[in-house]
């Protein structure tokens, strides 16, 4: 059946790094877009940015612009979210999500997401 | 940026009743507008897209409404597995691909 798969559960140290996997199956891996959404505890849903799992092309919301980097191996159908010079504040489950279109479409499918924690 | 605001934060509803959730785009999105709900401990779920077609699998109690800037989501009776959070989302940012997602209401138990 259609799935993304993402890795398990981090803590990291402020200033580190993270690089969170999701492994798409069931599908054809080029057929979607890759969005990457985080939901800090008790928070809503706030969007990361994008990528084109064909050609590698990104987008990426303002707020993460220098600290995020979203790459993909088409040999293993995963895309890869790195959210680098961890604070506090990253503290959040993120998940990868797909949707058919690059503007203009809705989630169909969801990761079941990454809890990140951020301590000294 | 287009902002995304959802009410009431809480609604609380008796089983069996019917509830009304409201979203309310800063501009225009046309239909361009998806309704998720979220259950504790899991991935968002997707309900409507395009303002009002339901996606596979979803019960006909679920329905959308709206266009522009004035959205509803209508839960007609409401049943034990439907309290959750449900958030609204725009897809339509050309020429950039953001989706912004309102803040959520949750559907609690009268």
């Known amino acids: 059946q259609v799935q993304l798969v993402q890795s398990g559960a981090e803590v990291k140290k402020p200033g580190a790094s993270v690089k969170v996997s999701c492994k798409a199956s069931g599908y054809t891996f080029t057929s979607y877009y890759m969005h990457w959404v985080r939901q800090a505890p008790g928070q809503g849903l706030e969007w990361m940015g994008i990528i084109n799992p064909s050609g590698g092309s990104t987008s990426y919301a303002q707020k993460f612009q220098g600290r995020v980097t979203m790459t993909r191996d088409t040999s293993t159908s995963t895309v890869y979210m790195e959210l680098s010079s961890l604070r506090s504040e990253d503290t959040a489950v993120y998940y990868c999500a797909a949707s058919s279109g690059w503007y203009d479409d809705a989630f169909d499918i969801w990761g079941q997401g990454t809890m990140v924690t951020v301590s000294s | 940026e287009i902002v995304m605001t959802q009410s009431p934060a809480t609604l609380s509803v008796s089983p069996g009743e019917r509830a009304t959730l409201s979203c309310r785009a800063s501009?225009?999105?046309?239909?361009?507008l998806a309704w998720y709900q979220q259950k504790p401990g899991q991935a968002p779920r997707l309900l409507i897209y395009?303002?009002?077609t339901r996606a596979t699998g979803i019960p006909a109690r679920f329905s959308g409404s709206g266009s522009g800037t004035e959205f509803t989501l209508t839960i007609s009776s409401l049943q034990s597995e439907d309290f959750a959070v449900y958030y609204c989302?725009?897809?339509?940012?050309?020429?950039?691909?953001?989706?912004?997602f309102g803040g959520g209401t949750k559907v609690e138990i009268k």
């Open positions: 989302q725009q897809y339509n940012n050309w020429p950039l691909p953001g989706r912004e």
């Open positions: 501009q225009s999105v046309s239909s361009n």
């Open positions: 395009g303002a009002s």
